[in-house]
């Protein structure tokens, strides 16, 4: 900013004071002072303005890698379920296939009741052994994630 010493401010002090004279000297020293603070104050503000600008662009660039982030991750998981789901769909889709095995009554989807599978379907699995079914084209409530 503008450097002014002592020298400077007695000698700018001086000539005020001649060309104003003494009565009108302390007003116009008012009036500077009020000048210089709406000045700093404006520049203050400005200033304000511009880091709040910069702190919500930094604010919204990293709501957008976070955003970037989650979305990647999302992939990643429904990439790793799908490489999951693929072969126990497979080992399924075999199981039923196999020469011993026994179609329940109807399809699958048929068997299936809200609480798990029908007595039907229950009477039909061998006893001891997990039952591996396909997947079904009913939602599940866990399928919403």
Known sequence: MIEISLGKL???ALIALIVLGPEKLPGAARTAGALLRR???GWDNVRAEVERELEIEQIKRTAREAASRAEAAQNEMKEGLQQVR???EQAAVAAMNAPGAT???GSI???MGPDGP???LQAELPLGEP????RSSRKL???DA
């Open 131 to 134: 039952a591996v079914l396909p």
């Open 103 to 105: 179609p329940a009554a």
């Open 141 to 143: 409530p866990h399928d």
């Open 109 to 111: 989807d048929d068997a």
């Open 86 to 88: 693929e072969p126990i």
């Open 118 to 120: 029908s007595e039907s």
């Open 10 to 12: 007695v000698l700018l």
């Open 39 to 41: 000045v700093r104050s």
